[in-house]
């Protein structure tokens, strides 16, 4: 029914930067909230950053400062840019997609992507 489809992940040196981008697509009639979320190994989903359909960020605490993220509401379509990436910041980065509404359907639905690997070496 809907996809999500990240790209942008790689391997990066500690102070550097990397864009990541999700593209959701499928019988979609509306996306209300979009975001990225990181595991790293032995550790627990956790949130970075989310945006609403009308453009409202929320952080990490860990996040705030270095990352930034968009939207591009009218291609579903979301962005992260992070800079001054640490080790720490090594991770499977998961976009997600919640409250979808798809064509033909009053549920809501919440999605995920299969996650890209982001790798900051020292």
């Known amino acids: 029914q809907v996809q999500l489809v990240e790209s942008g992940g790689g391997l990066v040196q500690a102070g550097g930067s990397l864009r990541l981008s999700c593209a959701a697509s499928g019988s979609i009639f509306s996306i209300n909230a979009m975001g990225w979320y990181r595991q790293a190994p032995g550790k627990q989903r956790e949130l970075v950053a989310t945006?609403?359909?009308?453009?409202?960020?929320k952080y990490a605490d860990s996040a705030k400062g270095r990352v930034t993220i968009s939207r591009a509401t009218a291609k579903n379509t979301v962005y992260l840019q992070m800079n001054s990436l640490k080790p720490e910041d090594t991770a499977v980065y998961y976009c997600?997609?919640?409250?979808?509404?798809?064509?033909?359907?009053?549920?809501?639905?919440?999605?995920w992507g299969q996650g890209t690997q982001v790798t900051v070496s020292s």
């Open positions: 997600n997609a919640d409250f979808v509404y798809i064509v033909g359907s009053p549920k809501v639905y919440d999605y």
């Open positions: 945006i609403t359909s009308g453009g409202s960020p």
